[in-house]
């Protein structure tokens, strides 16, 4: 009885050793690595990939109609409360629509947006002429359509236009 136990236990001990070496891809593939990445990145528009990170060239698009009508059930056209926020690094952004309020509030101040580096998302656009005339009220800007409705649970707002950076919320 005393054998079955200590050939276990050796046994144990053996496949201990036995085991090969854990190889842990880290964020830049090495040679060992490459292959794998490789396969599992396919080549974009019949062009190679680099195999560094990219950052999505977002202007390159030239119709956004596949993306709209853009609706977000959470907002609407209004007045807000301004209030402070605390959230350090934060680069500024606004949420806009295309209604009346917000294209008068876009043009009045669209060179301050500017000078700020703030980026806007357009939140209810119908179609490309609405935002196309979104775009003409700040031109210079970066405006891209997208559905604000988390953006609105987090920061518990209902309404835009909405300026957001990292030490407030206002209009």
């Known amino acids: 009885m005393k054998r ?37 990145r396919p080549p974009i528009n019949n062009k190679t990939q680099p195999d560094r990170a990219m950052h999505a060239d977002l202007s390159t698009f030239a119709d956004e109609a596949w993306i709209l009508p853009v609706r977000s059930s959470h907002l609407s056209p209004g007045q807000i409360t301004s209030r402070a926020l605390s959230m350090p690094g934060l680069r500024p952004f606004f949420l806009i629509g295309d209604d009346s309020q917000s294209l008068t509030w876009l043009r009045q101040r669209a060179a301050e947006l500017q000078e700020m580096g703030a980026a806007g998302l357009a939140v209810e656009v119908a179609d490309n002429e609405a935002l196309a005339r979104i775009r003409a009220a700040a031109p210079g800007i970066t405006i891209l359509p997208v ?21 407030s919320l206002e209009q």
């Not at 276990?8 to 040679?31: G, H, K, N, R």
């Open 4 to 40: 079955i136990p200590s050939v276990c236990y050796c046994i144990l001990l053996l496949a201990l050793f036995a085991q090969p070496e854990l190889t842990v891809a880290e964020d830049q593939p090495s040679d060992f690595t490459r292959p794998h990445f490789q396969v599992s």
């Open 147 to 167: 559905n604000g409705n988390d953006i609105a649970i987090r920061l518990q707002i209902e309404h835009y236009p909405v300026l957001i950076t990292a030490t």
